[in-house]
């Protein structure tokens, strides 16, 4: 049985950084994609980047130039290292990998930034 394992997640003062890790304790197999959403109290999940297994990344807008996707599909490890972290970045934190079979998703990381 896969399962997703998220870390990284923290409290940080405003402008700090954090990393988000979160690998797969199993194997999946054909990866088509993986990605970060997140969902902030009495707001809907939303996606804050995601990267296809060729290496295409997209990113929500509010995220642009301060987060960067990576993954390692041999791995089936997602990254996401957060820069200038604002206080309107905090949320929970769910990883979601794709394959061409099904998707699978992580407990969630929960990222506090402070002003």
């Known amino acids: 049985q896969v399962q997703l394992v998220e870390s990284g997640g923290g409290l940080v003062q405003a402008g700090g950084s954090l990393r988000l890790s979160c690998a797969a304790s199993?194997?999946?197999?054909?990866?088509?994609?993986m990605g970060w959403y997140r969902q902030a109290p009495g707001k809907q999940r939303e996606l804050v980047a995601d990267i296809t297994s060729g290496g295409t990344t997209n990113y929500a807008d509010s995220v642009k130039g301060r987060f960067t996707i990576s993954s390692d599909n041999t791995k089936s490890t997602v990254y996401l290292p957060m820069n200038s972290l604002k206080p309107q970045d905090t949320a929970v934190y769910y990883c979601k990998v794709s394959s061409v079979f099904t998707a699978y998703w992580g407990q969630g990381t929960q990222v506090t930034v402070s002003s």
């Open positions: 199993g194997m999946i197999f054909r990866i088509n994609g």
